[in-house]
């Protein structure tokens, strides 16, 4: 950062919108982020590491970060007055703050992504999407994610990072610990249209579809295949550290939907996986759809939905597209 100005998030909210109040929610989320920052890197130390007997609305085992995120969410945001809803999933109903009044915000958050990755110290995240409330007593948490104000993640990595989409660009902050400040590190990122990395969870290729098991064949191939070129293949199960990935050098991310997941829709969560993650990709420069339609237009039928993800570059996205179609 040498001889460059440095650029807080806060300051660059404040620049980027005329909106105190969408500042204020972002700075709270961040601040959320910070702290479940620290309360994973001393997970081991404060015995909350391995697992609960608890189980989220979905079914799956809760690990004692998962609440403790939840919690470090809940408390950030109930200092926000202008927060009238919160979709989490780790809370089986849309929680309510208050009577919603015209421009008030409506959250969803995966309050830590990727909690199977925790006991082995690797890479999570928290994912976050900011929609906001039409008319006073408007009560309509599931909207297209065109709707959304802006979205963002967190990864708690080597660095903790903080990746905002707002009006259409995407900026990366990393969180300096010595300064208790976010700082704009990773301005503009934009991923590439063309790629030779891909990720998927190939255990499952037993149940793919054959849109799926041709496109994987053809990137595995190599030169001598149809795309005559090498493929590398990424695959972290923390999917904020496969988009992060993606964002800085490129690539294409697949959870399609499969024989054993589609009467279910799919694996990844429609509201705050999938549609903040499409808005990123998006703002990006790539694209994101669910092998049928672009992810920001689909109607959300339910808080928890599941639904098919491909984002990423945007060549690599059509193909798989056209693959479907
Ligand atoms: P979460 O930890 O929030 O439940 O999300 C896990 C998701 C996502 O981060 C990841 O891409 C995917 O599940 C991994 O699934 P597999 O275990 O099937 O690889
Ligand atoms: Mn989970
Ligand atoms: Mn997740
Ligand atoms: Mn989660």
């Known amino acids: 950062m040498t001889g460059q100005a440095r650029v807080s998030l806060t300051a660059f909210i404040a620049d980027e919108q005329d909106d105190p109040h969408l500042g204020a929610l972002v700075d709270a989320v961040a601040s959320a982020c910070w702290s479940i920052s620290r309360i994973v890197r001393k997970a081991a130390l404060d015995g ?9 609305v979905q079914g799956e085992d809760q690990k ?28 089986g109903e849309v929680i309510w703050m208050k009577a919603p009044k015209r421009g008030d915000f409506t959250l969803s958050c995966d309050p830590l992504d990727g909690s199977s990755n925790l006991d082995a110290n690797l890479s999570v995240g928290t994912i976050f999407a900011v ?11 599931l909207k297209t994610g065109r709707s959304l104000r802006c979205a963002g993640y967190a990864v708690y990595g080597p660095s903790t990072m903080f990746v905002l989409a707002l009006n259409g660009q995407v900026n990366g902050f990393t969180l300096d610990e010595d300064a208790d400040d976010f700082v704009l590190t990773h301005p503009n990122l934009k991923i590439p249209p063309e790629t030779s990395e891909f990720a998927i969870n190939a255990s499952r290729q037993a149940h793919w579809d054959d849109a799926v098991t041709d496109y994987v064949e053809g990137c595995i191939a190599g030169e001598q295949g149809p795309r005559a070129k090498t493929f590398n293949m990424r695959w972290t199960a923390s999917m904020v550290a496969d988009v992060h990935r993606i964002l800085t050098r490129g690539g294409v991310f697949l959870y399609p939907a499969d024989a054993q997941n589609r009467s279910q829709g799919g ?19 790539g694209a994101a759809t669910d092998g049928i339609a672009p992810i920001l237009d ?23 597209a056209d693959g479907y179609r």
């Open 64 to 91: 004692p970060l998962d609440i403790l995120a939840n919690d470090e969410f809940f408390r950030a945001l109930g200092q926000c007055p202008q927060v009238a809803a919160v979709l989490s999933e780790e809370v």
């Open 131 to 141: 929609g906001q409330v039409a008319n006073d007593g408007d009560r309509t948490v």
């Open 298 to 320: 689909i109607e959300p039928q339910g808080p928890h939905q599941r639904i098919a993800v491909v984002l990423g570059s945007s060549s690599e996205v059509s193909l798989i």
């Open 267 to 285: 694996k990844l969560r429609l509201m705050y996986e999938a549609i903040p993650m499409a808005m990123i990709a998006e703002a990006a420069g």
């Open 48 to 56: 909350n590491l391995g697992t609960t007997n608890c189980h989220n």
